[in-house]
């Protein structure tokens, strides 16, 4: 069992950076891929970004492409998404999760964390 623990959200200008963390606790995240998501009420959770279990590949949807960053320390068993050029329509509440086995961009991860929200004034 994996607990997964996110932290670093909080009320933002347009314009300004964020660094989220995930956490684990429970169980080393060195086998899972990691991906972020976010969901806005009234809508479908969405995926934002994700790395794989070696760090070699990232993916990101098309609205945060070039502007975050993902990244993982093993050996703090946290994985990170760093936010840049916030936009209004980046709020919403985000939250990381575990996958051992499928696609990346998928819902289909093993474990998820209770989320950090993140809001973007303009």
């Known amino acids: 069992q994996v607990q997964l623990v996110e932290s670093g959200g909080g009320l933002v200008q347009a314009g300004d950076s964020l660094r989220l963390s995930c956490t684990g606790f429970?169980?080393?995240?060195?086998?899972?891929?990691m991906g972020w998501f976010r969901q806005t009420p009234g809508k479908e959770r969405e995926f934002v970004a994700a790395?794989?279990?070696?760090?070699?590949?990232?993916v990101y949807t098309d609205s945060v492409k070039g502007r975050s960053f993902i990244s993982r320390d093993d050996a703090e068993n946290t994985v990170y998404l760093r936010l840049n050029s916030l936009k209004p329509e980046d709020t919403a509440v985000y939250y990381c999760?575990?996958?051992?086995?499928?696609?990346?961009?998928?819902?289909?991860?093993?474990?998820w964390g209770q989320g950090t929200e993140v809001t973007v004034s303009s």
């Open positions: 790395i794989t279990w070696d760090g070699e590949r990232t």
């Open positions: 999760a575990a996958l051992m086995r499928g696609g990346l961009a998928s819902g289909e991860y093993d474990y």
């Open positions: 429970g169980r080393t995240l060195r086998s899972y891929a």
